[in-house]
């Protein structure tokens, strides 16, 4: 799919404003360390929220809802709790609040408040620092692999080839003249190739303003992208809306897809329609959705009973002016954050659900549902 040349130039206005606007502000955080990593704590807890609910707006994980919607329909509300995203409630009413009162800067400071400086806390202290580069290099492979893939559909331009990534291709490849499968195999790893340099182009740009500026960049660029994205969420609904009849909707999906409620069993029958989402329904082991909704509720209230982990939410909670105020940014993610992503998430998939529906039922039982 090209793009228009429309759409090229506000892409590349909005990254040349999210650059000035990262560097520009980034003067901010010279101030000394707690400007940098926490604004100073002057940053308003709504800009905040704003920032935390743009950084759970992602790309992956947006094509993955797409995905678990086109499958399991309004049911699909509950396999997020995984996580679990209730979690807000919880900082919301005492998490936050402890939280912000601790003063401490990072993760790893509110750890030593919470144990103590001792042999075991030390330890933990570790544990911590360790989880956080883990944790880091996991979000940048998972935002680098799905804004990759998103990018290479959209942008009609072939980075891989432009340069010369063809020298990682086995020898055998790499040769003139192929056919049939050979061919095949050169152009499915050359679009592997090019989803991995756009991914490493676009984490490049993000690590500019944000290693620049601190946690100012992070805020500022994030409110600005919550704004674009919530506009193309409504944009996408309205398309979705006028092109999709209830009719035609009804059509393309099973008995109980429009219902979030369930029983023991998930209740939903694709045979008729599409088989391999039963396939899929049945590999990922959703079948028995009672069970999994009540393991998933236990360990959602247990996970955020244990108290705040030191991620990327734990940051903004401790940059809030107050612990008042903290707590009002919590409250205030899960607010702004599900109408726009829901809206974006269900128009794309009613859309694909009538108009992709019969390309994954000519793939037969291999229909590859994230793609």
Not at 184 to 204: D, P, T
Request: aromatic share 14%; glycine share 8%; proline share 4%.
């Amino acid at each position: 799919m090209a793009l228009h040349a429309i759409d090229i130039a506000v892409i590349a206005a909005y990254i040349g404003l999210t650059l000035i606007l990262g560097f520009w502000i980034s003067s901010r955080a010279k101030a000394g360390m707690r400007s940098y990593f926490l604004g100073g704590n002057r940053l308003p807890w709504y800009a905040l929220g704003l920032s935390n609910a743009s950084g759970m707006f992602d790309v992956a994980g947006t094509m993955w809802l797409v995905s678990i919607l086109f499958v399991y329909g309004l049911k699909s509300i509950w396999i997020p709790w995984l996580w679990p995203v209730f979690n807000q409630i919880f900082l919301m009413v005492f998490l936050s609040i402890w939280l912000r009162r601790s003063g401490a800067m990072t993760g790893a400071e509110w750890i030593t408040f919470r144990f103590g400086d001792g042999t075991a806390a030390r330890l933990s202290h570790l544990i911590i620092v360790l989880f956080a580069l883990i944790l880091v290099l996991a979000y940048m492979a998972y935002g680098f692999l799905g804004i990759g893939k998103l990018a290479a559909q959209f942008i009609p331009f072939d980075l891989a080839t432009t340069l010369h990534l063809d020298v990682f291709l086995p020898r055998s490849l790499q040769v003139a003249g192929l056919s049939g499968d050979d061919l095949l195999q050169r152009n499915a790893m050359m679009s592997g190739l090019n989803e991995k340099a756009y991914g490493v182009c676009f984490i490049i740009l993000t690590s500019l303003y944000v290693i620049k500026g601190g946690m100012y960049s992070v805020v500022f660029t994030e409110v600005l992208q919550f704004v674009v994205m919530t506009l193309a969420s409504i944009g996408v609904a309205v398309i979705a809306m006028m092109h999709v009849s209830p009719d035609m909707l009804a059509a393309a999906i099973p008995e109980g897809w429009t219902s979030p409620f369930f029983g023991w069993e998930l209740g939903l029958d694709w045979a008729e329609l599409m088989p391999s989402a039963n396939a899929k329904i049945a590999t990922e082991g959703y079948s028995l959705f009672g069970i999994f909704f009540m393991l998933v509720l236990l360990k959602g209230v247990f996970t955020s009973l244990a108290g705040p982990a030191p991620n990327y939410d734990m940051q903004r909670i401790l940059s809030a002016r107050s612990p008042v105020d903290a707590a009002k940014m919590s409250a205030l993610v899960s607010v702004v954050l599900n109408l726009p992503r829901y809206l974006f998430v269900t128009g794309l998939t009613v859309l694909a659900l009538v108009y992709f529906s019969p390309y994954l039922r000519e793939m037969g039982p291999d229909a590859d549902f994230e793609s």
